[in-house]
Every structure is written in structure tokens, then in C-alpha cells.
């Protein structure tokens, strides 16, 4: 087997067997890879690069919309933000803005860096319950 498909196969079952607070972090750290890629395609005036990897993060921002649990009341305060990054990825695509994309690399890093700490919280908790039982 070629390294390319171990690499694969360990992608894949790192999603299959991820929490979903897992996968969350996942989408997150997806969407900065994304970001940095698109900014690079910018300063290297390659707009294709710029362009796709900008709608991969606008598609991981939609999905984080759409997952989003709307009973949970952080839900409101949530989507509004979620819509700017969106804006910003897309005034990032159409004029070539790195502040933009910049900006919503900043907004997605202190999501991630907010869930990281709740996924990390609630192993801690897990383990700590599954200790007493």
C-alpha cells in the first residue's frame, strides 16, 4: 500500500471514531486550512487556488450553520456570527481582501480555540465520571 492511501484510511477513521464535538473541531481547523490556503492563492495571484479553497470554507461555515442546535440558547448569538464570517469569506473572494479573510481566520481560530477548550473539558468530566463509577 502507498503512503497516500495510510493517510487516507487514517483520515477516515479518525472521522468515523470522532466525537462529534471531535468533528466540530475538525470543521473549525478545515476551515482555517482554507482560509490560509485562499489568502496564499491571493498573494501568489493564482484566483483559482483563491477561489476554491474559499467556497471549502464558505461550505464548512454552511454546514456549522445548518448543525448548529437552534434550542440551545448560545444559538443566537452564534448565527449572526457565523453569517459575518460568511460575508467576510466572500468580500475575501470577490475583491481580493486579505483583511477580510484575515478577519474571519481570527473570528473561526477563537471558535476553535473556545470549542477546543470544551472538548477538553468535557473528556476531563467523562473520565473523571467514568473514575467514580
Request: proline share 2%; with cysteine.
Amino acid at each position: 500500500m502507498s503512503q497516500q492511501h495510510y493517510q487516507q484510511a487514517y483520515k477516515s477513521n479518525s472521522v468515523n471514531t470522532a466525537s462529534p464535538g471531535e468533528l466540530t473541531l475538525m470543521l473549525y481547523n478545515g476551515c482555517l486550512k482554507f482560509i490560509k490556503y485562499a489568502k496564499k492563492g491571493i498573494e501568489d495571484g493564482n484566483f483559482q487556488m483563491k477561489n476554491t479553497n474559499i467556497q471549502k470554507a464558505q461550505s464548512i461555515i454552511n454546514e456549522l450553520i445548518v448543525t448548529l442546535d437552534q434550542g440551545a440558547p448560545i444559538a443566537k448569538e452564534m448565527m449572526p456570527l457565523y453569517d459575518y464570517i460568511n460575508r467576510l469569506l466572500i468580500n475575501g473572494n470577490v475583491k481580493n481582501d486579505l483583511e477580510a479573510l484575515t478577519e474571519a481566520s481570527n473570528l473561526v481560530a477563537d471558535f476553535r480555540d473556545t470549542w477546543k477548550e470544551v472538548v477538553k473539558q468535557t473528556r476531563t468530566m467523562q473520565y473523571s465520571q467514568g473514575v467514580q463509577a
